[in-house]
């Protein structure tokens, strides 16, 4: 499977953006897209994800009521619409995909969504500065 991330850009503080994720390639229908974020100096850190037959989106805490994660199946695309963004949101944004997620699988703990992703996109980099 192959991802691309775009949307990425300088915005003010307290401003939107949304991120798109491109999906191309055989996904299964128990599959999970996730975002991640690394900003400079820190580890990479879960985002958000959502499954494909689930509108659920799961979220890092910092992000709740901030960050929704949606998906358009028809367009192979999942979007990470975030608003009133801070300058802690500053880093590069990744997706990711997973092909099963079941009952069984490790979840990373901050985020709800499964622990390990199978294949990553190339990032796109959010600025959040005035």
């Known amino acids: 499977v192959q991802l691309q991330a775009s949307g990425g850009g300088l915005v003010q503080p307290g401003g939107s953006l949304r991120l798109s994720c491109a999906v191309s390639g055989h996904t299964f229908d128990d599959s999970a897209i996730g975002w991640f974020r690394q900003a400079p100096g820190k580890e990479r850190e879960g985002v958000s994800c959502?499954?494909?037959?689930?509108?659920?989106?799961h979220y890092l805490d910092s992000v709740k009521g901030r960050f929704t994660v949606s998906r358009d199946n028809a367009k192979n695309t999942v979007y990470l619409q975030m608003n009133n963004l801070d300058p802690e949101d500053t880093a590069v944004y990744y997706c990711?995909?997973?092909?099963?997620?079941?009952?069984?699988?490790?979840?990373?703990?901050?985020?709800?969504?499964?622990?390990?992703?199978?294949?990553w996109g190339r990032g796109t980099q959010v600025t959040v500065s005035s």
């Open positions: 959502i499954n494909y037959n689930d509108d659920r989106g």
């Open positions: 990711a995909y997973v092909d099963h997620w079941e009952v069984d699988t490790i979840v990373d703990v901050t985020t709800g969504c499964p622990y390990v992703f199978d294949d």
